[in-house]
């Protein structure tokens, strides 16, 4: 990565503000799913053990630029205190006069987690007097927050203006190592898997990964906008009408790169398990939907992963939620786990996937921004990464 990472700062005695993403669930006082501390553990360690006084911030949910309680980091503060076994001291605020007194009085060793960013409207809004209180009593800045890289907030473009140097953490660099490397070095063949609901929402990937791609094999509700174009039959099935031509388009550009299901399972609708069947993708009865991919297409496109050397994976195959309706995502799940192939998962509801799977460590990589890799994966400019540091 042409950028500084964490490995090229002089940290000792230094004021450190490392934006991580510590959006984790809460229940009842207490984080639920620390997976996202995990990640950041190793850049928290590498300022203490190299003599920082490290400043931590993220943003929690969605509080709409207003101080909520229930997305308060104080509890992330406890379990993180518990992970690393030493003392974290929670800030009730992340900017003004609180904060900088904590800040002044924070020595090597010190860690110090801020309250919500988001409890200030001037955090998205990328407030330039907001990022200017954020740097105050700060000498380095630190990003670690791939889940935020894909915006142009204060605290993940405008700080850097106001400190001496700008870096990438360890899970940010890794990151951008595996998702840049697919798109711009990948060992071939190279097979891109897209689900999801809608097209709309990856028309960017798909149109980025066409020319780069050896196979895109095509899952979820966006298969019947396909299907819908071509003139088959798709029952009730969901389907994008605005994006009819779109998808014309791209089955046209795509030649035979684009690979669409045979089969799906189908019913009359998410809640009807009982009522679920295979049928013929190209001929959904009328009043059922299709809701996850058959068993045909489930072997056909395990047959390809199998034979990849890279994949990428960004979108379940069904409604996976519903056990009736999951076993589609499950099987291309397990099929990427026993490939030999790099594997990179988007994050969002293909991490939840492989969790649900039960294969987690058998994936090469698993993303931790479902919307920020969506961001990469499309070839856009992540504003997060261009505003560190160059070396």
């Given at each position: 990565?042409?950028?500084?990472?964490?490995?090229?700062?002089?940290?000792?005695?230094?004021?450190?503000?490392?934006?991580?993403?510590?959006?984790?669930?809460?229940?009842?006082?207490?984080?639920?799913?620390?997976?996202?501390?995990?990640?950041?553990?190793?850049?928290?360690?590498?300022?203490?053990?190299?003599?920082?006084?490290?400043?931590?911030?993220?943003?929690?949910?969605?509080?709409?630029?207003?101080?909520?309680?229930?997305?308060?980091?104080?509890?992330?503060?406890?379990?993180?205190?518990?992970?690393?076994?030493?003392?974290?001291?929670?800030?009730?605020?992340?900017?003004?006069?609180?904060?900088?007194?904590?800040?002044?009085?924070?020595?090597?060793?010190?860690?110090?987690?801020?309250?919500?960013?988001?409890?200030?409207?001037?955090?998205?809004?990328?407030?330039?007097?907001?990022?200017?209180?954020?740097?105050?009593?700060?000498?380095?800045?630190?990003?670690?927050?791939?889940?935020?890289?894909?915006?142009?907030?204060?605290?993940?473009?405008?700080?850097?203006?106001?400190?001496?140097?700008?870096?990438?953490?360890?899970?940010?660099?890794?990151?951008?190592?595996?998702?840049?490397?697919?798109?711009?070095?990948?060992?071939?063949?190279?097979?891109?898997?897209?689900?999801?609901?809608?097209?709309?929402?990856?028309?960017?990937?798909?149109?980025?990964?066409?020319?780069?791609?050896?196979?895109?094999?095509?899952?979820?509700?966006?298969?019947?906008?396909?299907?819908?174009?071509?003139?088959?039959?798709?029952?009730?099935?969901?389907?994008?009408?605005?994006?009819?031509?779109?998808?014309?388009?791209?089955?046209?550009e795509a030649g035979d790169k684009i690979m669409l299901p045979f089969?799906?399972?189908?019913?009359?609708?998410?809640?009807?398990?009982?009522?679920?069947?295979?049928?013929?993708?190209?001929?959904?009865?009328?009043?059922?939907?299709?809701?996850?991919?058959?068993?045909?297409?489930?072997?056909?496109?395990?047959?390809?992963?199998?034979?990849?050397?890279?994949?990428?994976?960004?979108?379940?195959?069904?409604?996976?939620?519903?056990?009736?309706?999951?076993?589609?995502?499950?099987?291309?799940?397990?099929?990427?786990?026993?490939?030999?192939?790099?594997?990179?998962?988007?994050?969002?509801?293909?991490?939840?996937?492989?969790?649900?799977?039960?294969?987690?460590?058998?994936?090469?990589?698993?993303?931790?921004?479902?919307?920020?890799?969506?961001a990469l994966l499309s070839g856009r400019i992540l504003p997060g990464?261009?505003?560190?540091?160059?070396?």
């Open positions: 990565m042409p950028k500084l990472n964490i490995q090229d700062l002089e940290l000792k005695e230094k004021k450190v503000f490392v934006r991580v993403d510590f959006n984790v669930p809460l229940k009842d006082g207490k984080v639920v799913n620390d997976l996202r501390i995990i990640a950041s553990l190793p850049t928290i360690r590498y300022g203490l053990e190299h003599g920082a006084a490290l400043v931590i911030a993220s943003h929690l949910g969605r509080p709409k630029g207003k101080p909520r309680p229930e997305f308060s980091l104080a509890p992330v503060a406890v379990r993180l205190g518990e992970m690393l076994d030493r003392k974290v001291t929670f800030v009730p605020d992340c900017a003004g006069p609180e904060t900088e007194q904590a800040v002044d009085a924070a020595v090597p060793g010190d860690i110090l987690l801020l309250e919500n960013l988001r409890f200030h409207p001037e955090e998205e809004a990328n407030d330039v007097e907001f990022a200017k209180k954020l740097a105050a009593g700060m000498s380095l800045y630190v990003n670690d927050a791939f889940g935020t890289v894909h915006r142009a907030h204060a605290s993940t473009k405008g700080i850097t203006q106001f400190v001496e140097k700008s870096a990438a953490g360890f899970l940010l660099e890794k990151e951008i190592r595996y998702l840049d490397g697919a798109l711009e070095a990948p060992e071939r063949p190279f097979v891109a898997i897209m689900g999801g609901a809608k097209i709309s929402d990856k028309i960017e990937v798909i149109e980025n990964l066409l020319g780069k791609v050896s196979c895109l094999l095509i899952g979820g509700a966006m298969m019947f906008t396909f299907l819908k174009c071509l003139g088959k039959n798709i029952g009730k099935s969901l389907y994008e009408e605005d994006k009819i031509s779109l998808a014309k388009r791209l089955l046209d089969d799906v399972v189908a019913s009359s609708g998410i809640e009807d398990a009982a009522g679920a069947h295979i049928v013929p993708a190209d001929a959904i009865p009328d009043g059922e939907m299709g809701l996850d991919i058959g068993p045909k297409t489930v072997v056909r496109y395990a047959e390809i992963i199998h034979s990849a050397k890279t994949i990428v994976w960004n979108g379940p195959m069904g409604v996976f939620e519903k056990d009736a309706f999951a076993a589609g995502t499950i099987y291309i799940a397990k099929a990427l786990a026993e490939s030999e192939a790099v594997s990179i998962v988007g994050g969002g509801e293909s991490a939840t996937a492989i969790a649900k799977a039960g294969v987690a460590d058998r994936i090469t990589h698993i993303s931790t921004g479902g919307g920020a890799s969506l990464v261009a505003a560190l540091t160059d070396k």
